[in-house]
C-alpha cells in the first residue's frame, strides 16, 4: 500500500513532543511491513540547523494566501529508505520555533498551515507517486480533508484518496476568528455546524473530524474519554457522531531509537538481563546535575513540556511534602511560564536533592530516563503518553495517574501484582499523588521486588509492531469506505 503522512512535525527533524516520535517512527514500522511509505512535513529552519541535508526537487507550487500568491519549493530527502517531503516557505517556516516563541503562538498559524496543507495538495498530482491512502496528524493538517471533500471534490486523481486523520491531543484544535476564511482560501458555505465552525470560530481539527474518511487516537481509553463531554473539549457531540469511524490505537515506541543497550547518549549501556549499567548512569547522572551521590536515595525524574495537562499544579501543590521525603528530583521541562517560574524558584532551595533543567535536550532526557528509578507522569489527561513508555524501557518505573494512555499501559502491582510495572492512581489530589509516591517508596526499599518490576518493564513489547499492524487494517478499511462512498 502506498500510505502519505503529513505531519507538522517528525522525529529526528523538528519535534515539540509525542506527536514527532510518532510520525518518526510508525511510517518506519510500516515500512518494515512492506509498504511503500512517505513522510511530508514543513522545512523548519531547525531541520537545516541539524545539519539534514535536502535536496530541492525541481518543482514549485503557487498558494494563495490573504490574497497574496506565495511561491512554495519542495525538498526531499531519505530517511532509511523512507522518502520525506519538505515544504520549503521560508517567511512561513524559517523561524525559530514550530508554533511560536516564548511570548505564545504565532499570529499567523492560521495562515501558516493553511498554507502547508494547500502546498501538500498542489505538490502531490506533481510527484510521480499517488498515495492510496493520506495519513494525517492534529490540526495542523485538519484543511487537507477538508479541501479533498469540498474544492478538490470531483478531480478525479483526488477522489478516490482515503484520509484517516489521528487525534494526538484534543486539547489543541487550531481555533481562529472567522475574518480568516477567505484568507486561507476555505469557502465560506463550510461555515457551518456540519463544517468547519466551532462556537463562532473556525476549527482546522473540527473541519479535519467532519470530513476524514477515518478517525484515530492514540490509546482506547482516550477514545473512550473523548466521547464525554467532561474530556471532549466541546467535540465530544462530533466525535460521538462518528463513533463507528474513531479507533483507538496505541502508540508504541521505536525501540531501536529507544534502547539502553544501544543509547549513545547514555554513559553505560544496560539490558534486563544486566542491570549493572543503570546504576552506573545513576551516578553519572547524580554528578551531571550536581545531586548527592548516593545509590540507596531513588530519583523522581520528569521529562516534559511544562502545560497544566501534565498535573504540575498538583506537583507544585505536593512539593514541599515531596521534599520532606527521602528521594532526589529531576525535572527537564519547557514550556508555560507560570510552571518555569515556580521551578526557577525552587531550584537553589534543595541543594544536592533537586535538579531543575529548563529547555528542551533531547541527550538530557536520555541519561536522565536511564539514571531515573521512578518516572512520574500525574497529568490531567494524556492521549497516550510516551513519558511512561521510554521510562519502562529504561528501567524508570511510572508513576501516573491513570488516564488516558497512562491507563492502558501502567498495571499498579494493587491492580495485578503479576503484571505490575508501575504504580497509577485515579484521584487528581495531592492527597493520593502523595500516597502513592509513598507506596512506590516502599516498594523501592524492597530491592528484590522492585528489581522483579524493572526487568518486566524492560522487557515488555512496546513496539510499533502490532500498532503498525492495526493502522494497516484502518487505511483498507478506509480505502473501502470511499469506494462505497
Ligand atoms: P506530549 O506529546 O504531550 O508532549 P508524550 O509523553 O506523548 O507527551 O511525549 C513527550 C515526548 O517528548 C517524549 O519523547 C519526551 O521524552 C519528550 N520531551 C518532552 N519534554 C522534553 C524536553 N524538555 N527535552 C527533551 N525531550 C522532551
Known amino acids: 500500500m502506498r500510505i502519505l503522512f503529513i505531519s507538522s512535525e517528525v522525529t529526528p527533524f523538528a519535534k515539540t513532543g509525542g506527536l514527532a516520535d510518532v510520525a518518526g517512527a510508525l511510517p518506519r514500522a510500516l515500512k518494515r511491513l512492506g509498504h511503500d511509505v512517505r513522510i511530508l512535513l514543513p522545512y523548519y529552519q531547525c531541520v537545516e540547523e541539524r545539519g539534514f541535508q535536502t535536496e530541492k526537487i525541481p518543482l514549485s507550487a503557487e498558494v494563495s494566501i490573504g490574497g497574496e500568491s506565495r511561491r512554495t519549493l519542495l525538498r526531499r530527502l531519505e530517511m532509511d ?75 478525479p486523481f483526488f477522489s478516490g484518496l482515503a484520509t484517516v486523520l489521528t487525534i494526538h491531543n484534543l486539547g489543541y484544535q487550531g481555533l481562529f476568528p472567522p475574518e480568516i476564511l477567505p484568507a486561507i482560501g476555505v469557502d465560506r458555505s463550510l461555515f457551518s455546524i456540519d463544517g468547519v465552525e466551532f462556537y463562532g470560530k473556525v476549527s482546522f481539527l473540527k473541519g479535519g473530524l467532519v470530513f476524514s474518511d477515518l478517525l484515530t487516537t492514540v490509546s482506547p481509553t482516550y477514545c473512550s474519554e473523548i466521547q464525554t463531554p467532561q474530556m471532549g473539549f466541546g467535540l465530544d457531540g462530533v466525535l460521538r457522531a462518528r463513533t463507528a469511524d474513531l479507533f483507538g490505537v496505541l502508540n508504541g515506541i521505536d525501540t531501536e531509537q529507544w534502547n539502553p543497550a544501544l543509547d549513545a547518549a547514555i554513559v553505560s549501556a544496560y539490558s534486563p538481563a544486566d542491570l549493572r549499567g543503570k546504576g552506573r548512569n545513576k551516578r553519572a547522572l547524580q554528578k551531571e546535575l550536581a545531586l548527592t551521590p548516593s545509590s540507596s536515595v531513588p530519583i523522581v525524574s520528569m521529562v516534559t513540556r511544562l502545560d497544566t495537562q501534565k498535573g504540575l499544579d498538583l506537583v507544585q501543590e505536593a512539593w514541599e511534602a515531596l521534599m520532606q521525603r527521602n528521594l532526589q528530583f529531576v525535572l527537564l521541562g519547557s514550556g508555560e511560564e507560570k510552571h518555569t517560574r515556580f521551578f526557577a524558584t525552587v531550584r537553589n532551595r534543595h541543594p544536592g536533592k533537586v535538579s531543575i533543567n529548563l529547555g528542551f535536550d533531547d541527550a538530557l532526557a536520555r541519561r536522565i530516563y536511564s539514571g531515573s528509578d521512578l518516572f512520574l507522569m500525574p497529568s490531567h489527561y494524556e492521549p497516550c503518553g510516551l513519558g511512561q513508555l521510554i521510562a519502562l524501557r529504561y528501567g524508570a518505573l511510572p508513576l501516573v495517574r491513570a488516564t488516558g494512555g497512562l491507563a492502558d499501559t501502567i498495571v499498579d502491582p494493587l491492580q495485578d501484582a503479576a503484571r505490575a510495572n508501575g504504580f497509577a492512581f485515579a484521584d487528581a489530589s495531592v492527597k493520593t499523588l502523595l500516597s502513592t509516591a509513598d507506596r512506590a517508596l516502599v516498594r523501592y526499599a524492597d530491592r528484590r521486588n522492585w528489581l522483579k518490576m524493572v526487568r518486566r518493564g524492560m522487557s515488555q513489547d512496546i513496539s510499533w509492531k502490532n500498532s503498525a499492524q492495526r493502522y494497516l487494517e484502518l487505511y483498507v478499511r478506509a480505502q473501502e469506505k470511499r469506494r462505497d462512498g
Do not use: M
Open 81 to 155: 529508505e523512507i522518502p520525506v517531503y519538505f515544504i520549503d516557505h521560508r517567511p512561513y517556516f524559517y523561524r525559530e520555533g514550530l508554533y511560536g516563541s516564548p511570548a505564545g503562538d504565532y499570529p499567523d498559524n492560521a495562515q501558516r498551515f493553511a498554507l502547508f496543507c494547500r502546498a501538500a495538495l498542489a505538490f502531490l498530482p506533481k510527484l510521480d507517486w499517488r498515495p492510496d491512502v493520506v495519513h494525517l496528524h492534529d490540526w495542523q493538517t485538519g484543511l487537507v480533508p477538508v479541501l479533498l471533500r469540498s474544492g478538490l471534490r470531483n478531480d
